[in-house]
Nanobody, 120 residues
Framework: QVQLAESGGGLVQAGGSLRLSCAAS????????MGWYRQAPGKQRELVAT???????TYADSVKGRFTVSRDNAKNTVYLQMNSLKPEDTAVYYC??????????????WGQGTQVTVSS
């Protein structure tokens, strides 16, 4: 079973910055795509950013130019640097990993979520 441990959420004023981290642990063969999603109250969960093992990234239009996703493959850790935060970025942020197991199975795993609150 793969565990995703998130950290780095909190309360920040508009215009401020936060950095989220998510480390994967457990028994697995590889993790191709890691990324971040978020869910605001009353809204559906949405993609924020993803990154592959090779470094290919995707971003939601709403965060392009403000957020940067990166990863340390050796540590199975993905990061989300969030700059110029806006109140509309307030949400629970979830780490996601597409895990390939030794058995050949490929399954998505989710972290427990970390709250990001941006005050105006």
């Amino acid at each position: 079973q793969v565990q995703l441990a998130e950290s780095g959420g909190g309360l920040v004023q508009a215009g401020g910055s936060l950095r989220l981290s998510c480390a994967a642990s457990g028994r697995f063969l590889s993790i191709n795509v890691m990324g971040w999603y978020r869910q605001a109250p009353g809204k559906q969960r949405e993609l924020v950013a993803t990154i592959t093992t090779g470094g290919w990234t995707t971003y939601a239009d709403s965060v392009k130019g403000r957020f940067t996703v990166s990863r340390d493959n050796a540590k199975n850790t993905v990061y989300l640097q969030m700059n110029s935060l806006k109140p509309e970025d307030t949400a629970v942020y979830y780490c996601n990993a597409n895990v390939e197991y030794v058995s050949g199975a490929r399954l998505p795993r989710w972290g427990q979520g970390t709250q990001v609150t941006v005050s105006s």
